[in-house]
Structure formats: C-alpha cells, structure tokens
C-alpha cells in the first residue's frame, strides 16, 4: 500500500472528530494550523493537525488514522513528516498530548523520544461534555509530552 503525505487547507472533520471528539475543540485550532493528510487508495486515510504554540514550539494537536487502516504505519508516517516539517521552519520543540489511559499513542511518542512532562488531572470531564471511553476506560487525566529538537 503507497502512502501519501499532502499538506491540505482542507482537514477532513469526521478523522478529526477520531483524535479528538469535541467539535468545539477542533473547531479552535482547524484555521490556525498546518494539516497533513496522508493519502492510500485515493482517499485521506489519516491526519496530523500541527499549531505553531511559540516561537520555536509546535504541538500536535490532532493525529488520527482511520480504524480501517490502523496498524499500518500510517500514524508513524504522519508523526516523521510532521516532526522533520518542524525542523525545517526552525522549530526546537514539538509538544503532544494523550489520555493516560491509551497505552498504543503513549508508546508511538515515547518511541519518537518525547518524554512526559506534565500530567493534567481530570481534564476530560473539565473540559468535554461527555465521557470519552478509549480501551475500556474512562479518559480523565491528559499526559503531556515534549520533544527537543
């Protein structure tokens, strides 16, 4: 399977909505950052949102990959094109969050070398209106994570 990385000013919402289930969330920050789309069979099969945070700082604020094609290196693809785009515009930082409770993007990053730096306790109830379930569990607190350069 060929995998395509496209930059488009037009993120595909219902993958969006898969990394991150509030529309209100991803309606703030859809205008304000870069979108890679990766491309297989001639459709968008996966995402990775990028917001410039601080002068030298990206976060990751969206990666999804469609269930139909997960485990498939997609993520990993989108997660090497968005990390040597931040280098390439100078930045010395990329920051990423995730549930605690999801083991499969925690090891994704950490594998990548970002390093957990703050843990944001009960964020979900905070600030989504309904529970979000991932593996079996509750989502509550956010791990936050970094990467130098």
Not at 44 to 71: K, S
Not at 73 to 92: N, P, V
Request: charged share 30%; with cysteine; proline share 7%.
């Amino acid at each position: 399977m060929e995998i395509r990385i496209l930059t488009t000013d037009t993120p595909p919402w219902e993958l969006l909505l898969l990394g991150d289930e509030s529309p209100d969330s991803v309606a703030d920050y859809i205008d304000r950052g870069q979108c890679y789309a990766a491309v297989a069979e001639d459709r968008t099969v996966g995402v990775c949102m990028v917001i410039r945070t601080h002068p030298f700082t990206v976060e990751i604020v969206n990666l999804a990959v469609d269930p139909a094609f997960q485990r498939r290196g997609i993520g990993t693809e989108l997660l090497f094109h968005a990390l040597r785009k931040a280098r390439e515009e100078g930045c010395r930082r990329v920051e990423i969050a995730t549930a605690d409770v999801e083991p499969g993007p925690l090891a994704l990053y950490r594998s990548f070398g970002f390093e957990p730096v703050e843990i944001d306790r009960d964020y979900f109830p905070k600030y989504y209106p309904a529970p979000i379930i991932e593996a079996g569990q509750e989502c509550r607190d956010l791990v936050r994570l970094r990467m130098e350069l």
